[in-house]
Structure formats: C-alpha cells, structure tokens
C-alpha cells in the first residue's frame, strides 16, 4: 500500500473512531445518523428489508431487532408491498496494518492472533419507488476477538435493539 493510501486509511479510521466515541450512547455500540429527514414520511407506511454481506450469525437477530425497534416508528413491514427500501450493510475495517487481509469470521483455527476491528452496520432507507435516499445512519462498536472466542447473541442483542432505537431517535415516526 502506497503512503497515500496508508494516509487516506489512518484518516477514515480516525474519523470512525471519533464517530463512534462521540456517538456512544452508553451501552457497547456506537450510532450515528448519515442523513436525516429529506423525504414524505407521511406517505411512508411500509417498508422490506434487504442485507448486504451481512456476516449469517449475524442475519437473523440483527434483523429481528432492527424490525422491533422500527415497527414502533409506526412502520409495518412488507416484503412485497412498501414505500421504503432499508438496507443494512455490514463493513469491518481491520486497526493493524499487518491483519489488513484477514477476515475475522474466516480465520482459521490454528491462528494464535488478537484481532482488532472497528464493525459497523450501515442502515440506508431508500423509497422503493424511486431510488431516493431518505434516511441513513450506522451503528459501530470496536472489537478485540482472541482466538476461540464467540458471539454471545443473548447478550448482544438488548446491544443491537438499544443501537438502533437510539440511532433511530430521529427518524420521524409514522402516526
């Protein structure tokens, strides 16, 4: 990697950092809004969810919880029939230089390495109709992984649901 590049990387993660510090609202995962109120909430009533390269142990309860938390915006959700398209996007960038490459939910077990990464979940809510942004904000914690540890999904949950209804304190609810 180029300096210019290792720069641009040492800028990106500092301003996630500060992001994430700033934003913390207390519990372990850090919020913050993207872009807030462009768009005719009144008129939006239903929404379907999409995942991109949301990692599958991941999938179900993040989804559950995201679901629960905009449900009492006054929102229904609709696979078929919405106005709103939400996207949530997952995105991890490794903190050593040295484990750039290595995908913490990918390595192999005999790998005696601490991982540290900044996770982050990019919510994106789009009118299904014409493709326009309305809403956008993310939730990030950072993670120190040492070999052999695990995904406590019991304690992580209350985490996802108390992120994303603080993330989403902005979002105009639906009467």
């Not at 768009?39 to 993040?62: C, W």
């Not at 990918?106 to 014409?130: K, M, N, P």
Request: glycine letters at 6%; charged letters at 25%; a negative charge.
């Amino acid at each position: 990697m180029t300096n210019s590049g290792k720069s641009l990387k040492t800028a990106v993660l500092a301003v996630l950092l500060f992001l994430s510090a700033c934003a913390q609202n207390g519990g372990q995962i850090g919020y913050s809004v993207n872009l807030c109120c462009p768009g005719n909430y009144a008129e939006y009533k239903e929404y379907r969810i999409e995942t991109q390269e949301l990692p599958s142990f991941l999938g179900d309860y993040v989804i559950a919880e995201f679901d629960k938390v905009f449900q009492e915006k006054g929102l229904i959700r609709n696979d078929n029939r919405n106005e709103l398209r939400v996207t949530l996007s997952y995105r991890h960038i490794n903190l050593n230089a040295e484990q750039e490459n290595i995908d913490p939910f990918e390595r192999r077990l005999d790998e005696d390495l601490t991982l540290r990464y900044v996770a982050t979940i990019v919510v994106d809510i789009r009118e299904s109709s014409t493709g326009e942004m309305v809403w956008s904000g993310q939730i990030n914690r950072i993670h120190t992984v040492v070999p052999g540890e695990y995904m406590h999904e019991e304690r992580a949950r209350p985490e996802f649901a108390g992120a994303f209804r603080e993330m989403l304190a902005s979002y105009p609810a639906h009467e």
